[in-house]
């Protein structure tokens, strides 16, 4: 929808899709790449993403396999892309760690808008069908069409919609401070840390502690002779959880949407 309304004001606009739960740590670097990416992606009739250099074999992201160097952009190079990888096995991340071909999939794309339009109506023509009737028409009836057409549009990620399918990728590498901060564990690399170890906010006393993640919010929140664990405190909830298993918080949200303890989401 957002391809169809910068289509609206320029049939050659070039758009970039940026994830809001993302932090970028270098922006210049960050910026660098992104020029790279607009100028192969209003060169070419591609589709460009950013792969993200692996640190370590990470089970919660999606990967992407690089494939020949197609050309450098101002010291930037641009890879095809050989196959987009799901979130794999621990065993499986080691492989991709160890190749060195593979990067973590960022989700961040850049496209012409008239491409991405064209690729969507070969790929999701439905999709695309119901789009156009909330792009068109007069804009004072915009919301009154979007809140009466869009609940009825697929709801599927554009990997699986399109980027999977698609042989015309482009991948360029951007080692700029990347976090996905999807889960917990993220913020053991943006908060301040005690001298045990523990990442923390708020007020926290720790004893005979480490290596912990602790949001105390507004309660003081005292750790004794704990390791490694997530510590979430709010005023009407407390998550505690094993750092390696934190990103099985879905599990419990599920529960809550079973239960219809709607007021803990």
């Given at each position: 929808?957002?391809?169809?309304?910068?289509?609206?004001?320029?049939?050659?606009?070039?758009?970039?899709?940026?994830p809001?739960?993302?932090?970028?740590?270098?922006?210049?670097?960050?910026?660098?790449?992104?020029?790279?990416g607009?100028?192969?992606?209003?060169?070419?009739?591609?589709?460009?993403?950013?792969?993200?250099?692996?640190?370590?074999?990470?089970?919660?992201?999606?990967?992407?396999?690089?494939?020949?160097?197609?050309?450098?952009?101002?010291?930037?190079?641009?890879?095809?892309?050989?196959?987009?990888?799901?979130?794999?096995?621990?065993?499986?991340?080691?492989?991709?760690?160890?190749?060195?071909?593979?990067?973590?999939n960022?989700?961040?794309?850049?496209?012409?808008?008239?491409?991405?339009?064209?690729?969507?109506?070969?790929?999701?023509?439905?999709?695309?069908?119901?789009?156009?009737?909330?792009?068109?028409?007069?804009?004072?009836?915009?919301?009154?069409?979007?809140?009466k057409?869009?609940?009825?549009?697929?709801?599927?990620?554009?990997?699986?919609a399109?980027?999977?399918?698609?042989?015309?990728?482009?991948?360029?590498?951007?080692?700029?401070?990347?976090?996905?901060?999807?889960?917990w564990?993220?913020?053991?690399?943006?908060?301040?840390?005690?001298?045990?170890?523990?990442?923390?906010?708020?007020?926290?006393i720790?004893?005979?502690?480490?290596?912990?993640?602790?949001?105390?919010?507004?309660?003081?929140?005292?750790?004794?002779?704990?390791?490694?664990?997530?510590?979430?405190?709010?005023?009407?909830?407390?998550?505690?959880?094993?750092?390696?298993?934190?990103?099985?918080?879905?599990?419990?949200?599920?529960?809550l949407?079973r239960?219809?303890?709607?007021?803990?989401?």
């Amino acid at each position: 929808l957002g391809a169809l309304a910068a289509l609206q004001r320029d049939p050659e606009a070039v758009i970039a899709c940026l994830p809001a739960d993302q932090m970028i740590g270098d922006i210049e670097k960050f910026r660098k790449v992104l020029r790279a990416g607009l100028a192969a992606a209003k060169k070419d009739e591609v589709h460009v993403t950013f792969g993200i250099p692996p640190s370590a074999p990470e089970t919660g992201f999606g990967y992407i396999e690089r494939s020949r160097k197609i050309k450098v952009i101002s010291g930037v190079p641009v890879y095809q892309v050989k196959r987009f990888a799901e979130k794999p096995s621990l065993q499986k991340a080691k492989r991709y760690l160890a190749s060195g071909k593979f990067y973590w999939n960022s989700g961040i794309f850049i496209w012409k808008a008239s491409f991405l339009i064209d690729a969507l109506r070969r790929e999701k023509p439905g999709i695309i069908q119901k789009l156009c009737r909330i792009a068109d028409g007069p804009r004072k009836q915009f919301q009154s069409r979007f809140r009466k057409i869009y609940p009825s549009v697929e709801s599927i990620s554009i990997d699986y919609a399109l980027m999977e399918r698609a042989s015309n990728v482009r991948v360029i590498p951007g080692d700029f401070g990347w976090s996905d901060i999807g889960s917990w564990s993220a913020f053991e690399k943006i908060w301040s840390k005690d001298s045990s170890g523990n990442a923390v906010r708020g007020k926290v006393i720790s004893v005979d502690s480490a290596g912990n993640i602790v949001d105390g919010d507004s309660k003081l929140v005292a750790l004794v002779g704990i390791r490694d664990l997530v510590v979430v405190s709010t005023d009407d909830a407390m998550l505690i959880a094993r750092k390696d298993q934190v990103q099985d918080v879905r599990k419990v949200i599920d529960i809550l949407k079973r239960e219809k303890l709607n007021q803990y989401l």
